[in-house]
């Protein structure tokens, strides 16, 4: 048996699929409690639009966590029930940063999850996410409009251990 507690590159097994969407599900969850929050408790004239926005992004979570729910399952897994904790804030400024910052984690992640799941030959799983990564990086730009801020670049993973898919020194040159 090899140790299973790091999330392993480009090439993995079955369970191991299931466990990483299962993650993934857990931020559709995160997201769809952060934008149902946030787009209700924003406040202020320069915020009406971003807010109607973000009403929409709720109801393109759920959908997402759906189709998430639904691999695991086919892939003979047992889709979780827990979200990825929510940040709280006042601040409307603050709670787009947080929406940006998460969107910039689910992108790095389905990049990855996308190349995984064409690596098994799972190739339903793979046009999934590629759906569900486009209306991510709409996310993304409509925060970063919001925020009158360019689209930050995606967030590797952060527990991968040298996976042969990982860019090396982007982020680093990029801060
Ligand atoms: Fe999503
Ligand atoms: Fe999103």
């Known amino acids: 048996m090899t140790k299973e507690n790091i999330t392993p590159g480009l090439n993995i097994t079955r369970d191991q699929m299931i466990r990483l969407l299962n993650e993934d599900l857990a931020g559709e969850y995160q997201a769809i409690i952060a934008y149902t929050v946030y787009s209700q408790v924003l406040k202020g004239a320069a915020y009406t639009d971003i807010a109607r926005e973000l009403e929409v992004h709720a109801g ?45 984690e689910t992108v ?26 486009v209306q991510e990086q709409e996310h993304e730009i409509d925060l970063a409009a919001a925020l009158d801020i360019n ?14 898919n990982q860019v090396k020194n982007t982020q680093a040159s990029r801060r």
């Not at 689209?151 to 042969?164: I, L, S, T």
């Open 151 to 164: 689209v930050p670049p995606a967030k590797e993973p952060a527990n991968r251990k040298n996976g042969h």
């Open 60 to 104: 393109e979570e759920l959908a997402h966590a759906i189709k998430i729910a639904k691999q695991i399952d086919y892939l003979g897994g047992m889709p979780g029930v827990m979200p990825k904790p929510v940040k709280t804030s006042n601040d409307p400024v603050e709670m787009l940063r947080a929406d940006l910052e998460n969107e910039r």
């Open 108 to 133: 790095g992640r389905y990049r990855e999850r996308i190349r995984q799941a064409e690596a098994m030959g799972e190739f339903a799983l793979s046009e999934t996410l590629r759906a569900i990564i």
